[in-house]
C-alpha cells in the first residue's frame, strides 16, 4: 500500500507536465494572476478530484443522473471565473472577496477554483489511479484505493503551488504590472474558451491532438509507474495479472459524452433508416469510410469478421460513405462497392457530410464505438489497433449483460511498408513541384504526364496516348481512376516493361502492381484510348 502511495505521489507531482492537461492551463494561470488564495485553492482540488475519482461516477449511476451534468457544471464555472479575469468590476468584486482577514468564508470562491479544477482534472494516468479508477467504476473503493488517491492528489498539488508561485512572482515584475490588464484579459478569454471545450466534449478531441502531434517525453511521464515493485503491488491489489489489461482497456473506454444522432444521410443500404435512439441497448460501431480509399479498404476484413461474430451478441456497424471525389456520391457506385466488398452489415450514404460534420470528424478511416447509453467510448483515427478494438467491442458488450468470447478475430496480417505517399492529380490537391516533364528520370514521389490531358480541381482526363508515370517505394501501387465511356484500358508498364493491361469499367481503385516487398520502381499508365479520369495514387 505505501510503496503504491508513494509512486503515486511521484506520478501526481510530474503529471502538470502531462499534455492532457494543457487545456487547462489558461484555469490555472488565470487563478494564479487572480491571487486566489492558494491554500485554499489547492485543498480544494485534492478533495473534489479524490471525491471525483472514487465517488462521482457511482453517485451519477445511483441517482440516475445525466453523466454530463458534472461536466456542464463544471464548464459553467470556469465560464464564470473567465469572465471575472475579463471584465474590471466582476474582478475588482473578487479580489475583494479573496483578500480578507483570513476568515474560512472568504477563501470560498478560491476553494471553488481548485474544486472544478479537480472535476475536469483528466491526465494522462499510468497504471496505478487506471487501476483505482477501474475499480472504483465497478464499486469497489477500498482504504488502499482511497490512499494512492489521496497521495496523487498530493502530489499535483505540490506541483500546482511550484506554478501558482512562478506566477506570482511574475505578476510581480514591472513588465507585467505595464501589461497585466491585457494580460489578464487574455487569460479570462482563454479561460472561457476552455469552458467552451470541456462543455462541448471538444477537450478530449485537444487531447487527442495534443497527444499525437508532442514530443514522445511528454507522453512517457507515467514510465515510472512500470517499475517491478509497483506492478507487483497493483497485482496484488487488483487480483492478478490480467486485471491489469482490463484496467488498461477500462481506462481507455471513458465517457466522451452523447454520440450525434446519423441524421442527414441521403440513402440506407442493407437496412432502412437506423438511429441511435432506436439502437439503445446495443453497441453500436460508426466507421466513416470510402470505397476508392485504400486505408478504409483495408479495414473492411476486419469490420466484416467483428460483424460476423458480434451481430448476435448486440453489435450495430454502420458504415457512414463520405464520398472523397465526385463519382462516389452515386448511389450504384457505392451500392456496386458495397456488393464487391461483401460488406452485408448497415451503409449510409453521407453525400451531404452531414454525419461526418456532426461527429467533427477529419478523416479516412475513422470509427466512433457507442455504448449501449448511445455515448460515444472509444474513437480511433486511420488504419491498425484492430486487437485494442476488437477489446474495447468485447467490454462494451459485456456492459449489456452478453455473455462475449473473448478471443480476438483472425484476419490476414499486413505490413504498410512504403517511403511514397498518397498523390492527389487534380490541380486543387496536386503537388505542381512533384510534377516533372521528363519520365525517365523522376525522382522518389514524382510523377509526369504526357500526352494530352484535360485539368479539372478533382482529376485529369486522359486523351488517346496519353501516359502517367510515378516513381515509387512501395509493395503496391494503385490509382483511382474512372471512364467516361465504357470498355476502356491502361497498360501498365514497370521501369519501362509491360506487365499488365487494367480494363477501366467502373469507378474506383485499380491496383496496378504488386511485389513481395516494398521495392523502388517507376509505374507508366498509357491510355491508349483515352476518355479515363485519373484522381489520385495509393501505396501499400
Not at 481548485?114 to 467504476?137: F, N, S
Request: hydrophobic share 45%; net charge neutral; proline share 4%.
Amino acid at each position: 500500500m505505501l510503496i503504491l502511495a508513494v509512486f503515486a505521489f511521484l506520478a501526481g507531482v510530474v503529471t502538470v507536465l502531462s499534455p492532457c492537461i494543457l487545456p487547462l492551463a489558461p484555469v490555472i494561470f488565470g487563478a494564479g494572476i487572480s491571487r486566489s488564495r492558494p491554500f485554499a485553492l489547492l485543498f480544494g482540488f485534492v478533495v473534489s478530484f479524490t471525491i471525483a475519482t472514487l465517488f462521482l461516477g457511482t453517485l451519477v449511476a445511483s441517482l440516475h443522473l445525466d453523466s454530463n451534468l458534472v461536466r456542464y457544471l463544471a464548464a459553467a464555472f470556469i465560464v464564470a471565473f473567465g469572465f471575472v479575469l475579463l471584465i474590471p468590476r466582476l474582478y475588482a468584486i473578487w479580489e475583494r472577496a479573496t483578500s480578507g482577514t483570513g476568515s474560512l468564508h472568504l477563501s470560498g470562491n478560491s476553494f471553488l477554483v481548485g474544486a472544478t479544477l479537480g472535476l475536469v482534472w483528466t491526465p494522462c494516468v499510468g497504471p496505478i489511479l487506471a487501476a483505482v479508477i477501474a475499480a472504483a467504476a465497478t464499486g469497489h473503493t477500498t482504504a488502499t484505493g482511497f490512499l494512492v488517491t489521496a497521495a496523487y492528489a498530493a502530489g499535483t498539488a505540490l506541483s500546482l503551488s511550484a506554478v501558482l508561485f512562478l506566477v506570482r512572482r511574475g505578476v510581480e515584475l514591472t513588465w507585467f504590472k505595464k501589461h497585466g490588464r491585457i494580460i489578464q484579459q487574455g487569460f479570462g478569454t482563454l479561460t472561457i474558451a476552455t469552458a467552451i471545450l470541456v462543455a462541448g466534449n471538444g477537450y478530449n478531441r485537444f487531447q487527442g491532438f495534443l497527444l499525437s502531434h508532442l514530443p514522445a517525453w511528454s507522453t512517457n511521464l507515467t514510465s515510472l509507474e512500470t517499475a517491478p515493485i509497483v506492478r507487483q503491488n497493483l497485482s496484488a491489489m487488483t487480483g492478478g495479472p490480467n486485471m491489469l489489461q482490463t484496467i488498461s482497456d477500462a481506462l481507455s473506454l471513458r465517457d466522451q459524452g452523447s454520440a450525434p444522432e446519423l441524421t442527414g444521410g441521403t440513402n440506407w443500404l442493407n437496412s432502412p433508416p437506423l438511429t441511435l435512439q432506436t439502437l439503445r441497448g446495443k453497441v453500436v460501431l460508426v466507421d466513416f469510410w470510402t470505397y476508392s480509399c485504400v486505408n478504409c479498404i483495408r479495414t473492411l476484413p476486419y469490420l466484416k469478421a467483428w460483424y460476423t461474430k458480434y451481430k448476435d451478441e448486440g453489435l450495430v456497424i454502420i458504415g457512414v460513405h463520405s464520398p472523397e471525389f465526385a463519382f462516389e456520391h452515386d448511389l450504384n457506385n457505392v451500392s456496386q462497392a458495397v456488393k464487391d466488398f461483401s460488406v452485408t452489415y448497415p451503409v449510409v450514404l453521407d453525400n451531404n457530410f452531414s454525419i461526418w460534420n456532426a461527429y467533427h470528424n477529419q478523416y479516412w478511416p475513422a470509427k466512433y464505438l457507442v455504448d449501449k447509453n448511445g455515448h460515444i467510448r472509444y474513437v480511433h483515427f486511420g488504419e491498425g489497433s484492430y486487437a485494442e478494438e476488437e477489446h474495447a467491442i468485447q467490454i462494451l458488450l459485456k456492459e449489456t449483460g452478453q455473455a462475449v468470447d473473448t478471443s480476438t478475430v483472425s484476419v490476414p496480417s499486413y505490413i504498410v511498408n512504403t517511403q511514397s505517399p498518397e498523390t492527389y492529380l487534380g490541380s486543387a490537391r496536386r503537388d505542381d513541384s512533384m510534377v516533372f516533364s521528363d519520365p525517365s528520370s523522376l525522382p522518389l514521389n514524382g510523377f509526369a504526364f504526357t500526352g494530352t490531358w484535360s485539368d479539372t480541381p478533382e482529376y485529369r482526363e486522359a486523351d488517346s496516348g496519353a501516359t502517367l508515370s510515378f516513381h515509387f517505394l512501395a509493395k503496391s501501387v494503385n490509382l483511382v481512376m474512372a471512364p467516361t465511356k465504357s470498355g476502356k484500358k491502361a497498360v501498365i508498364a514497370i521501369d519501362g516493361k509491360v506487365v499488365n493491361t487494367v480494363s477501366i469499367d467502373k469507378d474506383q481503385l485499380y491496383n496496378l502492381a504488386t511485389f513481395a516487398s516494398a521495392e523502388d520502381h517507376t509505374v507508366t499508365i498509357t491510355f491508349p484510348d483515352g476518355n479515363v479520369q485519373v484522381y489520385a495514387f495509393t501505396f501499400g
